[in-house]
Antibody, heavy 121, light 108 residues
């Protein structure tokens, strides 16, 4: 069964740091682009970052550039999101998702269950 | 950035109703659009990709159509398990790959 399991969320003070992890199983992790998507409480979905199979390409939404870093360890089948200089507006459930690419199209499937990050003093 | 606007934002319907949700893009995105369903406290689930291709395992009452700037998600006969929030996502140009604001489907 293809599965993604996030961990590492919690309560952090403004300006603090947190590292999220996403453990992948049931598929060849190193063959797929991966993504982080977040959802603020009661709000919609916001794409955060993508990373290529070998980690050589990374893309971020403008609001997290310079503060968040996406990375992966293919030997450990794991995806990471290092979040620094956290702000109240970063409070959200963070989901990791596998990006499927086929016939010139992409889509996200599956998604992990999410991990909650709360930035508050 | 490409903006996606879903309408309506909220929809009240009965079991058995035909439901249509529209997603409009601020510029043409060909057929680079996906639809997701999200239930409270759960992760989004892929329903449709490439605007009209049904994901394996998704009931055939769900269908997608459109190209360019206007897309629709249709549920032909609403079932109790379909009450959820639905999001469209454009995967044409990025960053960013944007989502619509969501359409919440509730029981009338």
């Amino acid at each position: 069964e293809v599965q993604l399991v996030e961990s590492g969320g919690g309560l952090v003070q403004p300006g603090g740091s947190l590292r999220l992890s996403c453990a992948a199983s049931g598929f060849t992790f190193s063959s797929y682009w991966m993504s982080w998507v977040r959802q603020a409480p009661g709000k919609g979905l916001e794409w955060v970052a993508n990373i290529k199979q070998d980690g050589s390409e990374k893309y971020y939404v403008d609001s997290v550039k310079g503060r968040f870093t996406i990375s992966r360890d293919n030997a450990k089948n794991s995806l990471y999101l290092q979040m620094n200089s956290l702000r109240a507006e970063d409070t959200a459930v963070y989901y990791c998702a596998r990006i499927i690419a086929a016939a010139d199209h992409n889509w996200f499937d599956p998604w992990g269950q999410g991990t909650l990050v709360t930035v508050s003093s | 950035d490409i903006q996606l606007t879903q309408s309506p934002s909220f929809l009240s319907a009965s079991v058995g109703d035909r439901v249509t949700i529209t997603c409009r893009a601020s510029q043409g995105i060909s057929s680079y659009l996906a639809w997701y369903q999200q239930k409270p406290g759960k992760a989004p689930k892929l329903l449709i990709y490439a605007a009209s291709t049904l994901q394996s395992g998704v009931p055939s009452r769900f269908s997608g159509s459109g190209s360019g700037t206007e897309f629709t998600l249709t549920i032909s006969s609403l079932q109790p398990e379909d009450f959820a929030t639905y999001y469209c996502q454009q995967l044409n140009s990025y960053p960013p790959w944007t989502f619509g604001q969501g359409t919440k489907v509730e029981i009338k």
